[in-house]
């Protein structure tokens, strides 16, 4: 009878060393079947193309089909939340922006998921600045300039955006609440509505991801007076950032590779590795300036504190201007 127990014990640790073991061996065998990118944007956007650029790059080092599946809505949430109701296996993986990431916990309710709770860091990618421009005949040759003239005249400035609750309609926000710039936000429904108004004149300014307004600015039909990222753009490189003149803004639209809550840490880490590699390879910089994407690199950790602080400052903006998305 003493036996039994120790038996009992016995077989029960054996057990769950098998399992440890079959566990251990799945995650060193992943991945053996395709794994789907899930992209939270339309085909052929900037979202969808940087998504299609890392799954080359992971078929061709892991030597497996990575695959990217369009999921779009809701500023990016639809896609996002498919991805944190996944098995944490690797098997799914989210390509997703700034909006889910962090700024859209605050615009859309109800929210279906929490960004930091629900999902698992993998990898920061890249990151496209906005761009502060102006009609050509608006007598402001700097961001600066703008903000000094705002407070001159009777009415406020008018400044266009793709979008209510977008961050060119959130950075504009955050303007006029840290310099007392008279400014009036105009959302639009996407980039180029924006930008013909501004470029009209129906609009003084407009502030979209620079990508969108790089053609006008060039041909002189709009004035470019700062981009909104730490660095200076490197596609308008006489561009001065907006910190470069003495303004705290920074706002830009970035990019990470995400996975479901639980996922384990030996795919994380192997994953970062390959994502990190690319995104500092001179293939990996000039695929995704193509984009007008500045790369961008780090640990899971790293972007797990991207996740937090953005949502953090961006939260008193929102509330603050009341800004809210049906």
């Known amino acids: 009878m003493t036996f039994l127990p120790l038996r009992r014990t016995i077989v029960c640790a054996l057990g769950a060393l098998f399992a440890f073991h079959g566990a251990a061996h799945?995650?060193?065998?992943?991945?053996?079947k395709t794994v789907r990118i899930v992209a939270s944007f339309a085909p052929g956007g900037s979202s969808d193309l940087v998504a299609r650029q890392i799954a080359q790059h992971l078929s061709t080092r892991y030597g497996q089909q990575f695959v990217v599946e369009n999921r779009a809505g809701a500023g990016g949430n639809i896609g996002v939340d498919f991805v944190t109701k996944a098995a944490p296996d690797g098997y799914i993986l989210g390509l997703a922006t700034s909006g889910p990431l962090a700024n859209n916990?605050?615009?859309?309710?109800?929210?279906?998921?929490?960004?930091?709770?629900?999902?698992?860091?993998?990898?920061?990618?890249?990151?496209?600045?906005?761009?502060?421009?102006?009609?050509?005949?608006?007598?402001?040759?700097?961001?600066?300039?703008?903000?000094?003239?705002?407070?001159?005249?009777?009415?406020?400035?008018?400044?266009?955006?793709?979008?209510?609750?977008?961050?060119g309609h959130l950075?504009?926000?955050?303007?006029?609440?840290?310099?007392?710039?008279?400014?009036?936000?105009?959302?639009y429904k996407g980039d180029a509505p924006a930008m013909a108004d501004a470029i009209g004149g129906t609009v003084d300014a407009v502030t979209a991801p620079v990508t969108s307004l790089i053609p006008n600015i060039q041909a002189n039909r709009l004035k470019a007076l700062?981009?909104?990222?730490?660095?200076?753009?490197?596609?308008?490189?006489?561009?001065?950032?907006?910190?470069?003149?003495?303004?705290?803004?920074?706002a830009t639209v970035w990019s990470a590779m995400v996975g479901p809550a639980g996922l384990p840490k030996?795919?994380?880490?192997?994953?970062?590795?390959?994502?990190?590699?690319?995104?500092?390879?001179?293939?990996g910089k000039a695929k995704l300036a193509s984009l007008g994407m500045a790369p961008l690199a780090g640990t899971p950790a790293q972007l797990s504190q991207q996740m937090s602080s953005e949502a953090a400052k961006w939260k008193v903006v929102v509330e603050s201007a009341r800004i809210t998305v049906d």
Do not use: C
């Open 26 to 32: 799945a995650q060193s065998d992943w991945p053996n």
């Open 105 to 167: 916990k605050w615009l859309y309710k109800p929210m279906p998921f929490d960004a930091e709770k629900d999902l698992t860091p993998i990898a920061l990618i890249g990151e496209i600045p906005l761009v502060m421009a102006v009609n050509p005949s608006v007598q402001a040759s700097s961001l600066k300039d703008l903000v000094a003239l705002s407070k001159t005249r009777g009415n406020a400035m008018t400044v266009s955006n793709p979008g209510n609750g977008t961050i």
């Open 171 to 187: 950075a504009v926000e955050y303007l006029r609440m840290h310099t007392g710039a008279k400014l009036q936000s105009v959302p």
């Open 226 to 250: 700062a981009v909104t990222s730490k660095n200076r753009f490197v596609g308008m490189p006489d561009v001065p950032t907006a910190a470069e003149q003495g303004l705290d803004l920074e």
């Open 266 to 283: 030996a795919i994380v880490d192997s994953l970062n590795k390959e994502i990190n590699a690319y995104t500092r390879s001179a293939e």
